[in-house]
C-alpha cells in the first residue's frame, strides 16, 4: 500500500511539474506573439506603402513625407523604432503583411469589409471619397454616374476605387497605383481614373502636375485606418498614440502641412 501511495504521490508531482512548464511556455508564446514586443526588439517598424501624395511621397532628397509617413515617423519615435519605408504592390498588401515582409499597411487605406476582415485595424482617423477624374474640357459630360458608362477607367489593383468600378460594372484597367491611373488619362490611354479624393486635392488642377484634369462625380464616402496582423496589439497602441496626438494637437498640425485638415476625424 505504501509504495503505491509513494507511487501516486510521484505522479501527481510530475503532473504538476508538467503543467508549470505548458504554463511557463504558453506565456512565453504569448510574448513571442506580441507583435508590438517584435517590431521594437527588431528595432524597426516597416510601413507599407505607395506614391500617393498628400499621404506617402518623396520629397527633393527622396525622403518619405506626407501626412501618413510622418504620423508613421512619429509613432514609430513613440516606440522607440525607426519607421522604414516599403513600396508595394497594393494588391499584395495584405499578402505582404501576413509574411511580415512588411508590419503595417498605413497609406491612406480604406476600411473595407476585405481590410477589416484581414487585418487588425485602427480606428478611422481621416475622412475621404472616391471621386472621378477626367480630361477638364470634357468635364461637363461626366457629371453623375449615369453618364459614365460609355468610359474606359484607369484604377489601381485592389483598391478602393476598383471595387467602386466594379460594383458599378464599369469598363476598366487595374494599374499598379493611382498615381499611374492618372498618367493612363494624361497619356490618352484611358478616358477617366477613379481616385481617392485626397489625392485629387493635391494632385489634379490649376497648379498642380495634372493641371488638365479635374474631379467631377463622387462615387462613396469612407474613412482610412491603418491596418496590422489579425490579432495584432500594434493597433491598440496606435489607437492611444492618435488619441494623445489629437489632444495635444500635434496631429492637427501635421495634417495642415499637407492640407488634410478638414478630414481629420476626432479621436
Same mark, same amino acid.
Given at each position: 500500500?505504501?509504495?503505491?501511495?509513494?507511487?501516486?504521490?510521484?505522479?501527481?508531482?510530475?503532473?504538476?511539474?508538467?503543467?508549470?512548464?505548458?504554463?511557463?511556455?504558453?506565456?512565453?508564446?504569448?510574448?513571442?506573439? &506580441?507583435?508590438?514586443?517584435?517590431?521594437?526588439?527588431?528595432?524597426?517598424?516597416?510601413?507599407?506603402?505607395?506614391?500617393?501624395?498628400?499621404?506617402?511621397?518623396?520629397?527633393?532628397?527622396?525622403?518619405?513625407?506626407?501626412?501618413?509617413?510622418?504620423?508613421?515617423?512619429?509613432?514609430?519615435? &513613440?516606440?522607440?523604432?525607426?519607421?522604414e519605408?516599403?513600396?508595394?504592390?497594393?494588391?499584395?498588401?495584405?499578402?505582404?503583411?501576413?509574411?511580415?515582409?512588411?508590419?503595417?499597411?498605413?497609406?491612406?487605406?480604406?476600411?473595407?469589409?476585405?481590410?477589416t476582415?484581414?487585418?487588425?485595424?485602427?480606428?478611422?482617423?481621416?475622412?475621404?471619397?472616391?471621386?472621378?477624374?477626367?480630361?477638364?474640357?470634357?468635364?461637363?459630360?461626366?457629371?453623375?454616374?449615369?453618364?459614365? &458608362?460609355?468610359?474606359?477607367?484607369?484604377?489601381?489593383?485592389?483598391?478602393?476605387?476598383?471595387?467602386?468600378?466594379?460594383?458599378?460594372?464599369?469598363?476598366?484597367?487595374?494599374?499598379?497605383?493611382?498615381?499611374?491611373?492618372?498618367?493612363?488619362?494624361?497619356?490618352?490611354?484611358?478616358?477617366?481614373?477613379?481616385?481617392?479624393?485626397?489625392?485629387?486635392?493635391?494632385m489634379?488642377?490649376?497648379?498642380?502636375?495634372?493641371?488638365?484634369?479635374?474631379?467631377?462625380?463622387?462615387?462613396?464616402?469612407?474613412?482610412?485606418?491603418?491596418?496590422?496582423?489579425?490579432?495584432?496589439?500594434?493597433?491598440?497602441?496606435?489607437?492611444?498614440?492618435?488619441?494623445? &496626438?489629437?489632444?495635444?494637437?500635434?496631429?492637427?498640425?501635421?495634417?495642415?502641412?499637407?492640407?488634410v485638415q478638414?478630414?481629420?476625424?476626432?479621436?
Amino acid at each position: 500500500m505504501k509504495k503505491i501511495l509513494v507511487l501516486m504521490l510521484s505522479l501527481i508531482m510530475a503532473f504538476s511539474l508538467a503543467a508549470c512548464g505548458n504554463s511557463g511556455s504558453e506565456t512565453s508564446g504569448n510574448a513571442k506573439d &506580441s507583435d508590438l514586443a517584435y517590431v521594437k526588439d527588431k528595432g524597426t517598424l516597416v510601413i507599407g506603402i505607395t506614391d500617393f501624395e498628400p499621404m506617402d511621397y518623396k520629397d527633393d532628397n527622396g525622403d518619405w513625407i506626407g501626412f501618413d509617413a510622418d504620423m508613421a515617423k512619429a509613432f514609430a519615435e &513613440s516606440l522607440g523604432v525607426t519607421a522604414e519605408f516599403v513600396e508595394i504592390d497594393w494588391d499584395n498588401k495584405i499578402m505582404e503583411l501576413d509574411g511580415k515582409t512588411i508590419d503595417c499597411v498605413w497609406n491612406g487605406m480604406t476600411l473595407t469589409d476585405e481590410v477589416t476582415s484581414s487585418m487588425e485595424c485602427s480606428k478611422a482617423y481621416c475622412n475621404n471619397a472616391q471621386i472621378v477624374i477626367v480630361p477638364k474640357d470634357k468635364a461637363d459630360q461626366y457629371q453623375d454616374k449615369d453618364s459614365l &458608362s460609355d468610359l474606359t477607367f484607369a484604377v489601381e489593383a485592389g483598391s478602393a476605387g476598383e471595387e467602386q468600378v466594379s460594383a458599378l460594372e464599369l469598363n476598366y484597367t487595374a494599374v499598379k497605383a493611382q498615381a499611374d491611373a492618372l498618367m493612363e488619362i494624361a497619356a490618352g490611354t484611358s478616358d477617366a481614373a477613379v481616385i481617392d479624393s485626397l489625392m485629387a486635392a493635391a494632385m489634379v488642377g490649376e497648379g498642380t502636375s495634372y493641371a488638365d484634369l479635374t474631379y467631377t462625380v463622387g462615387l462613396n464616402n469612407e474613412e482610412y485606418g491603418v491596418g496590422f496582423r489579425k490579432g495584432s496589439d500594434l493597433a491598440s497602441a496606435l489607437n492611444d498614440f492618435f488619441a494623445s &496626438s489629437y489632444k495635444d494637437g500635434s496631429m492637427t498640425e501635421c495634417a495642415e502641412k499637407y492640407g488634410v485638415q478638414a478630414a481629420i476625424i476626432e479621436q
